[in-house]
């Protein structure tokens, strides 16, 4: 079977992510890399670093990736690159980097995606309207998509992404909660090979509205779509009250998490363990895999950031590429 080939967006040219990425090409991964990105704006990077930056070709997005060495599509950002200092002007080279390599993956020139931090408020502030990769790249392949975040201890879905906590529970709808169950449970199936998947499915108020007391969302939204999935096959467990649902013994019945908003689950998964945390999107064609932490304009330039999120993604990527790329053969 072929290595498969992933696109590499390292996201804010002035975050962590072009060093980041100057890290992850030292080493020799499972799979064929093409970046996206501004090449000077890397190799600045490197020289920062005092690390090479492989040779690589650059050409425009090719029909099909080429395999072996490392490839590069240049897309030159407008202004200078200041790092820790991003630049709205050069808000659209970020998007354009991503839709890139989004269409390489639609295309089949790609096997996975794998996408460093990008810096919202500097997008907006560029004049794109942006809430989030997951939500840019769902539009962009027409399809709906749940965002899930893993480590070596647990998986957590969400339900809604980034939102204001106030429209979360207008947005908690049955056709969303089975939508976004049938898209995690196909997922584990496909991508993971977990054969029949137990999913925990979070409640949205304390207690999982402890009978209706704390909130009636359970009982007349939640539970009625996760008994219509069970009557299919489904092994769904819930709705269960979030404060106890990610005790040791509760995550040795289940597979993933299903979490109602950003907040409810991933400070458990980034306590339990940040540094190796990915971020997938599931429902997409091809696998995309992220890195679990933002743009840290603290660090950037600074050499100190750690790239093991990155390294775990390329590695996720490369595994889910693999799964897939054996289904077809």
């Known amino acids: 079977m072929p290595r498969p080939r992933l696109a590499l967006v390292p996201g804010e040219p002035a975050g962590v992510g072009p060093e980041l990425c100057v890290r992850a090409l030292q080493r020799d991964w499972n799979a064929d890399l093409t970046i996206f990105a501004d090449r000077a704006a890397l190799q600045a990077a490197a020289t920062r670093l005092g690390l090479p930056l492989p040779p690589a070709s650059s050409a425009a997005l090719p029909a099909r990736a080429a395999p072996g060495a490392l490839s590069f599509v240049d897309l030159p950002d407008p202004v200078p690159v200041h790092p820790g200092a991003p630049d709205p ?14 269409d390489g993956c639609l295309s089949g020139a790609f096997d996975g995606l ?10 907006n502030a560029g004049g794109i309207a942006y809430s989030g990769t997951t939500e840019l790249l769902a539009t962009h392949a027409g399809c709906p998509v749940v965002m899930m975040l893993a480590n070596d201890v647990v998986r957590v879905a969400l339900a809604t992404t980034h939102l204001p906590l106030r429209e979360v529970a207008d947005r908690i709808t049955p056709d969303l909660l089975e939508r976004t169950l049938r898209i995690l449970d196909g997922s584990l199936r496909r991508d993971f090979g977990i054969d029949s998947p137990a999913i925990a499915v979070l409640g949205l108020n304390p207690h999982a509205g402890e009978e209706g007391h704390l909130g009636r969302e359970e009982i007349d939204v939640i539970a009625p779509v996760i008994e219509r999935l069970r009557a299919e096959g489904l092994r769904l467990q819930g709705p269960l009250p979030a404060d106890t649902a990610f005790l040791p013994r509760r995550l040795q019945t289940c597979d993933a998490v299903l979490a109602m908003y950003h907040d ?5 998964l ?6 190796h945390a990915v971020n997938l999107t599931l429902g997409l ?13 603290d660090l950037a330039g600074h050499g100190s950031a750690d790239p ?3 390294f775990a993604a390329i590695d996720t990527c490369a595994r889910l590429a693999n799964v ?3 289904r077809v053969a």
């Open 308 to 310: 093991s999120s990155l």
């Open 270 to 275: 980034k306590y339990s363990g940040f540094a």
């Open 89 to 102: 002007r050069n808000a659209a080279a970020v998007i354009a980097a991503l839709q890139a390599a989004a």
């Open 285 to 297: 064609p091809y696998p995309r895999v992220a890195v679990d932490h933002g743009t840290a304009l």
């Open 324 to 326: 897939r790329l054996a």
């Open 114 to 123: 794998v996408t460093g931090p990008v810096h919202k408020a500097t997008i």
């Open 264 to 268: 409810q689950g991933l400070p458990v």
